[in-house]
Structure formats: C-alpha cells, structure tokens
C-alpha cells in the first residue's frame, strides 16, 4: 500500500488503516474495534471524540453496538496503545472522570 493522504482527516491512511491499527497492536480484529476504529478516522480536527460521540457515529453507519459495548472496545483500545485517552470536564467526588479518545499515531 502507498502512503496517502486521508483528505477528511488530513491523516496518513497507511497508519490509519484499521487492520493495520490492529495487527500493530497484536490485537484480534472484530467487528465493533473495526467499526469504532472508522468511526474514529473521522474525528474533529481536533482528533477527540467522546463515548457518546462515537457510539452515535456508529448508529449513523448502521453499526449496532451498544453504549457498553462501546465503552469496552475503547478501553481495550486504548490499553493496547492504539487510542490516545484524555479526561474532560468536572469531576464530582467519587465519580469517574469523562474521556474522549482518538487515535494514536506512531
């Protein structure tokens, strides 16, 4: 494959590929880490996408994941050095902070 430019993203398809995403990480290739991985090539400039933004992505593309599902392929995602993870917002005392995510490249 020749390396391109991904003109939405203004990314390098050659590192973006979602394959090759996932075989550099030594990951098993699913469904939902494809979908979400595509969902993810289409991030804002500023690259960060949040849970529900991405779960709405995929039910425009017909992806049926759930919320859960969703959150669990991320965090697999990003555990294996594929997403980069950031937290946003308030958090109140006990709660977890919110993430938006996006793609790490190398």
Request: net charge positive.
């Amino acid at each position: 494959m020749t390396q391109g430019t991904d003109t939405e993203a203004g990314l390098p398809t050659c590192e973006t590929e979602p394959i090759a995403l996932l075989n550099r990480a030594g990951l098993v290739i699913t469904a939902s880490r494809l979908a979400v991985l595509q969902v993810l090539r289409q991030a804002p400039p500023d690259g960060y996408m949040t849970l529900n933004d991405i779960h709405a992505g995929l039910h425009a593309c017909n992806a049926r994941l759930s919320l859960i599902g969703v959150y669990q392929t991320l965090h697999r995602l990003a555990q294996a050095g594929v997403l980069e993870r950031q937290a946003y917002g308030p958090v109140k005392q006990g709660a977890r902070a919110k993430h938006a995510f996006r793609l790490r490249l190398p």
